[in-house]
């Protein structure tokens, strides 16, 4: 009976789940990375704009 899954191909079919395995992890962390950075850029833009939205309504109720 031939066998279902040969034996030189253990190693080579290994190595490719392997790999494939640390790559997946690999962008994994570099997406999270990329999120935290995003979210960082976020609060930073918010900030900004609040202390703007903040001297428009202080000039606004001077011309009032």
């Known amino acids: 009976m031939p066998a279902l899954f040969p034996r030189n191909l253990i190693l080579p079919t290994s190595l490719n789940l392997f790999?494939?395995?640390c790559s997946t992890f690999y962008l994994r962390s570099h997406?999270?990375?990329?999120?935290?950075?995003?979210?960082?850029?976020?609060?930073e833009i918010e900030g900004t704009l609040r202390g703007h939205i903040g001297l428009i309504e202080d000039a606004l109720?001077?011309?009032?």
């Open 61 to 64: 109720e001077r011309i009032e």
């Open 19 to 21: 790999a494939i395995l």
């Open 31 to 43: 997406h999270q990375y990329n999120l935290i950075e995003q979210e960082a850029r976020l609060d």
